[in-house]
């Protein structure tokens, strides 16, 4: 409904014949709509295309309270909150109510009275639907108190009886009525705290400290869980994880191609960086080194290596190329194979080793690096096909590499080697100085890992010879 003609009464909303339907059939409904219109349902989700998004649209279609169990980083809270997109723009509630109370049929005390009161008269406000939507990350000291609701001794001492609903301060859960409600990390939750919430997933209403107020809600409940916490941090109780219709397993990105999608996408932009290009070798690369070290027994498996390593060393390789431009007064920058040296950074952080030692986190990135240079650098090239290169090399020819040698120097290191730009041409027809750089570094440094050349190291500069 456009909101300039959005009724402002009880009265005009009757007559307008607006229709009031609960939050499980709004999301169906609209779910409905996006699919007969080819919608993307879920906008920004990478690679759940044909796994975990269809048991979304089942669940909803069939009007279940879902569980997204997976290990993190694999968007489960992108999911829940992308669920915002299926509720209408707007929807009415009594002016002031805060539990968001169906004009129609008001559960509180406070509406009743007042549509008794002031009839058609009772004015209107419209929410709109990312004010429909609670999330609560689950920790130890949440009480029933913070999720349902509590009785306020300030009212109480304002004359209220304790048995009087006015005296509730109303928790999390009903001021998310007729919306959508997240618990995330739900294991984390104190068990007495779980069982509480079991009405409000099978009667679907709630009861505040014992007191005969019932109120019965209108939520849709979506929660989180990592299957390590099950058995390290808690657990959920049996009959709460019975009252979830769906339990959706969510999973890593089961394509490169995804795994870099979701980099391009996520990976922190800024206004001036225009004069960047990458390219999709060193894509591919990155995208490679979390796959290797998802492979891993030294990297505990049970923690899981999170997509936010992808996006986190795609920045830090994407930085030091700038700050390397920067530096050297380029115009453009390029990540280059030894811009991966840096990413340990970013990348120590983000996982669990399953034994510690001092020194350990760099050894293993380096070697995921190594094992990810070389897979990609045989996905481009057979070995045998550089060997005008590799004779290059036999002749006495030694070529320099290093994070921070100006790009300007290459072109003329390819003009020395006979059959090194022949390579490059496979790789890219980009004639700047900065693209050819980071070819020449990947060809060189391919035919190292593949034991065609050698190559001698000191801090970030390295020499490949034969």
Sequence with gaps: MPRAKRPQTLGALRKSN???IPVREELRKNLIQKIRAEELVFPGIVGFEQTVIPQLENAILAGQDIILLGERGQAKSRIIRSLTNLLDEAIPKIADCEINDNPYDPICQVCRIKVAEMGDKTPVEWIAREERYSEKLATPDISIADLI???????????????????????????????????????????????????????????????????????????????????????????????????????????ANDEIAIMDQERTKFPEEGKLVIPDYMKHVLAEITTQARLSSEINQRSGVSVRVSIA??????????????????????????????????????IELETFEEGRESRLTDDLTRRAVLRIFGSYFDV??????????????????????????????????????KAIKKLTDDKR????????????????LSRKLNCDRSGEAAVYKR
């Excluded at 100085?433 to 190292?448: R, W």
């Design 18 to 20: 607006y229709e009031v």
């Design 149 to 255: 609701g509590e009785i306020d001794p300030i009212k109480v001492a304002e004359g209220h009886y304790l048995s009087d609903e006015l005296v509730i301060h109303y928790g999390l859960v009903p001021r998310t009525n007729r919306g959508i409600f997240c618990i995330n990390e739900l294991p984390d939750l104190a068990e007495r705290i779980q069982v509480g919430l079991f009405n409000l997933m099978e009667e679907r209403d709630v009861q505040i400290k014992g007191y005969r107020v019932r109120l019965p809600l209108d939520v849709f409940v979506v929660s989180t869980a990592n299957p390590e916490d099950y058995t390290n941090r808690g657990r959920i109780v049996t009959p709460l994880k019975d009252r979830y219709g769906s339990q959706i397993h969510t999973h890593y990105p089961l394509d």
């Design 313 to 350: 060393n795609f920045e830090t390789m994407l930085g030091n190329a700038v700050r390397r431009s920067i530096r050297n007064g380029e115009e453009w920058a390029c990540p280059r194979v030894s811009d991966l040296s840096y990413i340990v950074a970013s990348f120590a952080g983000k």
């Design 384 to 421: 045998d096909e550089l060997d005008p290169v590799v004779t290059a090399f036999d002749l006495g020819n030694q070529a320099e590499t290093g994070s921070d040698l100006s790009a300007a120097g290459y072109p003329d290191l390819v003009k020395n080697i006979d059959g090194l730009a």
């Design 433 to 448: 100085p900065e693209v050819i750089a980071a070819a020449v570094e990947f060809i060189l440094e391919g035919l190292h």
